[in-house]
């Protein structure tokens, strides 16, 4: 099954593509000028991944939409490569040696599926270590910018971590009951 999923840069740019907002569905035109290939091979990709059950199409007039299926057996797996290497997570891991020392950073499952947060003081992204707090704000600047809506974060030292965990702190576990995926680190120092 690995071998079914990248095969070619055209099924690369197009996973970037349909993941980094999976709440959208996109013409065919639209995936030729995002992904910047020719149309024949962003064709023949799409229906390869439609065979494999990643893609589904929908006919509306005379175009095809094209959106990545929510129940393929990886999408949450292929999301997280997603989120780490388009949008924030790629920006924060890119700028990884300006921020400071990251020994963690994770992303809220809302933000990286693109869904409304239920709570307007929900978490979008946390991050733990010594961080540059002014490199750090750039980023996210420039992010709310490309979104156009506010990121809620949070900063945290490892100390703090530690001892927000061994107090079972409500806001700590608040960001940790909902869903995740870590950018940098290791789900273990996360949670334990």
Known sequence: ????????????????????????????????????????????????????????????????????????????????LVAKTTGLGAAIIKNRSKLGRVALCMLSSRFVRRI????????????VGDVN??????IIRAEETLRGQPINYTPMTEDELKFRRTRRDPFLLSILTHGRFLVIGDEEDLVS
């Open 133 to 138: 707090m002014s490199e750090l704000g750039h």
């Open 116 to 127: 409304p947060k239920k709570d307007p003081e929900e978490v979008d992204l946390l991050i």
């Open 1 to 80: 099954m690995l071998k079914d999923l990248f095969i070619s840069k055209t099924r690369v740019k197009l996973l970037e593509t349909l993941l980094a907002d999976p709440t959208q569905m996109f013409h065919v035109r639209d995936l030729v000028r995002k992904t910047g290939d020719e149309i024949n091979a962003v064709r023949r990709e799409l229906a390869r991944m439609e065979i494999l059950g990643m893609a589904k199409k929908e006919p509306r007039g005379n175009r095809l939409y094209y959106w990545f299926r929510h129940d393929y057996v990886y999408y949450f797996d292929l999301l997280s």
